[in-house]
């Protein structure tokens, strides 16, 4: 009988407790999140945005864009990048969320003007593609009109030059 009450005791406590591991892992508990961590997570948002910035450029440049603006901006946005990781090893934390939040805005406006450009540039050498097309086909049209023109003209001149040409009798003709 022992057994059995021990069992009966243990039971219910081990239920309650897993119920209570469960109920547990269902709630949410507030998770605060220190300025070390923060700034840290600001740098690294700001470092893949400084990279889809690069990547942007480097697509703009690949089709052909002037990018001159767009190199300074780039510049400056990687020596605010640079200046929020100096703020962050020294312990200014919020001037490294400050100047990370900087180059993140910074990258994000080259991505979009870099975009701009791109597709600016493919249009252009869409356009110089058409024309050179065009003027190939006028040229080769107008080529093959004038050497119609010059052969017809040469033909007519060489067949009034046969008809007023006379024939001539051979005399010694050998049979």
Do not use: H
């Amino acid at each position: 009988m022992k057994r059995l009450r021990g069992r009966f005791v243990k039971a219910p406590l081990l239920f309650l407790l897993v119920f209570m591991v469960f109920s547990l892992s269902l709630t949410r508990l507030p998770f605060y999140v220190s300025a070390n961590d923060e700034a840290s997570l600001a740098i690294g948002e700001a470092d893949n945005a400084l990279r889809q910035a690069f990547e942007a450029v480097l697509d703009a440049e690949r089709a052909g864009a002037n990018l001159s603006d767009l190199i300074v901006k780039l510049d400056e946005a990687g020596g605010l990048l640079a200046e929020a990781e100096n703020a962050y090893r020294v312990g200014n934390f919020s001037e490294a969320i400050s100047k990370a939040d900087k180059c993140s805005m910074q990258a994000d406006g080259v991505v979009g003007e870099a975009l701009n450009l791109k597709g600016s540039a493919l249009a252009d050498a869409q356009k110089a593609v058409l024309q050179t097309l065009t003027f190939s086909w006028v040229g080769g049209a107008a080529f093959l009109a004038v050497l119609f023109l010059v052969w017809g003209w040469f033909k007519r001149v060489y067949a009034e030059k046969l008809m007023r040409m006379k024939p001539e009798v051979a005399v010694d003709a050998e049979a």
